[in-house]
C-alpha cells in the first residue's frame, strides 16, 4: 500500500491498517490518531511530526523509522520493533511500551511521562533528556541506555524477577 492510498481511506474513516507493508513510507505530519497497524510494516517510514495519538502499533516494525517530534500519546506501543528509530522530541506521554524492543533508538528529549515501560530492550538507545517523570518502569535495565540529563522523578522502577527469585530463596530456606 502507499502512503497516499492508506490516507485516502483514513479520510474515509477507515482506521484498520493491520499488517500493511508501508515499508519507507512518507506520512509526515499527517493526523493519523486512533489508526490501527498492529504488525505492519512501517520500517524505514517517514513518521516525523505526525500525529498518531491513540493508535495501536502492536508489533509493528518501525526499524530505523523516524518519528522525531511526532505526537503519541496514549498509543499502545506493545512489543513494537523500533530499533534504530528516531523518536527525539517525540511525545510518549502514557504510551503502553510493554516488551517493546528499542535498542539503540533515540529518545533525546522525548516525553515518557507516564508510559508503561515493562520488560523493554534499551540497549544503547539514548535517552538523554527524556522526561520519565511517573513511568512505570518493570524488568527494564536502564544502565543499558544513556540517561544523562533524563527526568526519572516519580517513576517507579522494580525488577519483578529479582524480587521472585529473592521470595523463593525465602520460602526454601524456610521450609529447609
Avoid: P
Wanted: charged share 20%; hydrophobic share 40%.
Amino acid at each position: 500500500m502507499q502512503a497516499r492510498e492508506l490516507f485516502t481511506h483514513y479520510l474515509k474513516n477507515q482506521r484498520d491498517f493491520s499488517q500493511e507493508k508501508l515499508h519507507q513510507a512518507n506520512l509526515e505530519g499527517l493526523n493519523l490518531q486512533r489508526i490501527n497497524l498492529t504488525r505492519a510494516d512501517l520500517s524505514g517510514a517517514n513518521l516525523k511530526e505526525t500525529d498518531l495519538s491513540g493508535a495501536c502499533l502492536n508489533q509493528a516494525n518501525l526499524t530505523d523509522a523516524d518519528l522525531s517530534h511526532s505526537h503519541l500519546v496514549g498509543a499502545n506501543l506493545t512489543e513494537i520493533n523500533l530499533i534504530g528509530a528516531d523518536l527525539s522530541g517525540a511525545n510518549l506521554m502514557g504510551v503502553d511500551l510493554t516488551k517493546a524492543d528499542l535498542r539503540c533508538a533515540n529518545l533525546h528529549n522525548a516525553n515518557l511521562s507516564c508510559a508503561q515501560l515493562k520488560e523493554v530492550n534499551l540497549d544503547g538507545a539514548d535517552l538523554s533528556g527524556a522526561n520519565l517523570s511517573g513511568a512505570m518502569i518493570v524488568n527494564t535495565d536502564l544502565s543499558v541506555a544513556d540517561t544523562m540529563g533524563a527526568c526519572l522523578e516519580g517513576s517507579q522502577e522494580c525488577h519483578l524477577e529479582q524480587s521472585i527469585s529473592a521470595t523463593s530463596a525465602n520460602w526454601v530456606s524456610w521450609a529447609g
